[in-house]
């Protein structure tokens, strides 16, 4: 039992009296420690992380070289507020993105705190950058639950029910999802379909696109679909959007997922595992764009914190020094070839699909595609939890099982949490 003897059960019950229910806890255990790819709840049981926080500990919990740039920041000063006294970890963070970002020219980066405020933040600059109003983003598509990133966010249930009208002049069209019979063609003469029916594309101020989506199921837009649409939006005067905020920082097996495409966007919104842990963000992007913005119009109190600015400096380094880039990509080559071998004695997987270290696989019914199970992924879900494995699903159809364990991960760490899968899946019948 952990050294404060609490239990999950009485810390469940504490956060079913004091916490709406509003905010879902997927598991009912509670951490008390965490290293690399693993966690120790309050009752002493360990766990493999394939969560990640949600994508957030590419570098793993706790990395030594992280925490140890957050007590040297910790012991000089905690906060001043950028928009006061600036201070150079601020700055040191954002030459670094501008120097790593993929963007052509001259690029400039402001720091915030989360995704969705990144989001928010770059729909601000692409209006004022544009002097246009119209958005388009895509099915499927996660992009935060502050109200215009939730409103280019395409999913209804659960981020957008109840919520009323939310801000307009947002558009979505189909993310290609071939497996489940959406085509690129398909999606681009949706997107061509828009400017016929229901508005000009001398409106639209951007395209907003996750390389990779992260809620929506990890499917994957193809390096010619992103070059197709990068060819419309410079024909139209349109800016695109890379939303990076799952895909970025290594998990793909470059520092971001749009590196793999060769097309160069206009801006790049990114966080999670950016700082390792801490709450930080950011929008890079060409910097005739960032400074279309008047002074004070963009900000935020904690934007940017000193603390997140020097961990964040930390997982840059450590990235390069530990070869974190090329250990994504083989990672995500040894998660698809084991749960391939797992997937010809489960035909309730049905397709495996990954860029770098960012893998998924999908449950259906009997291996038909036109059968998604959002049941099954429950069940496993649950079952590889009591054999102490966090695993997520995701997805359009709830059906889809992420694999967002931290890059730094073991190989032993990794195959034990692989045989939990197979374990759970012959147990539940799948």
């Known amino acids: 039992m952990g050294s404060n003897h609490l239990t999950n059960a009485s810390l469940w019950e504490r956060r079913l009296s004091n916490v709406p229910r509003g905010v879902s ?57 950028f928009q006061i006294m600036p201070y150079e970890p601020y700055i040191q963070l ?36 544009t002097g246009r109003t119209g958005f388009i983003s895509f099915t499927g598509g996660f992009h935060g639950r502050t109200m215009m990133a939730l409103a280019l966010t395409g999913k209804v249930i659960p981020y957008k029910k109840g919520f009323g009208p939310l801000p307009g002049d947002v558009y979505h069209i189909p993310f290609p999802m071939e497996y489940h019979g959406v085509s690129e063609d398909d999606s681009i003469k949706s997107l061509l379909n828009l400017f016929k029916a229901d508005i000009d594309p ?33 024909e139209h005067g349109i800016l695109l959007i890379a939303d990076e905020v799952q895909s970025g920082f290594a998990r793909t097996g470059k520092l971001f997922a749009i590196e793999h495409s060769g097309i160069s966007p206009d801006m790049i919104t990114t966080a ?48 390069e020094e530990e070869n974190i880039l090329s250990q994504s990509t083989k990672l995500g080559e040894m998660l698809k070839e084991k749960l391939k071998m797992i997937q010809t004695k489960h035909k309730s997987i049905g397709e495996i699909r990954g860029l770098g270290g960012m893998v998924a696989f999908e449950l259906v019914e009997n291996g038909d595609a036109h059968k998604p199970s959002a049941d099954l992924a429950k069940k496993l879900t649950s079952k590889s939890l009591e054999h102490g494995l966090v695993l997520l699903s995701c997805g359009v159809y709830g059906n889809v099982i ?29």
């Open 202 to 234: 001398s409106r639209i101020a951007a395209i907003a696109i996750e390389p990779v989506q992260g809620e929506g199921g990890f499917y994957i837009a193809s390096p010619s679909f992103l070059k197709r649409l990068r060819a419309i939006c410079d």
């Open 402 to 430: 992420r694999i967002l364990v931290p890059i730094t991960a073991s190989e032993t760490i990794v195959n034990e949490g692989l045989a939990i899968i197979e374990k759970s899946l012959k147990e539940i019948g799948a």
């Open 25 to 81: 806890t997927a598991y009912p255990v509670f951490a008390e420690r965490a290293l690399n790819a693993e966690i120790w709840d309050v009752e002493g049981k360990r766990y493999i992380d394939f969560g990640g926080g949600i994508g957030v500990m590419n570098t793993g919990h706790c990395h030594p070289k992280v925490i140890a740039a957050i007590h040297k920041q910790v012991d000089a000063y905690l906060h001043t507020a």
């Open 272 to 319: 999670k595992s950016l700082a390792g842990g801490l709450p930080l963000s950011a929008v890079i992007g060409k910097a005739n764009l960032m400074d279309s913005v008047e002074p004070g119009g963009l900000g935020g109190t904690y934007a940017g914190n000193p603390v997140a600015c020097a961990a964040a400096l930390a997982v840059m380094d450590l990235i």
């Open 94 to 129: 954002t030459e670094k993105l501008n120097e790593k970002a993929p963007i052509s020219g001259p690029k400039k980066t402001i720091l915030f705190s989360s995704g969705a405020e990144a989001l928010e933040n770059a729909v601000k600059i692409a209006r004022v950058a």
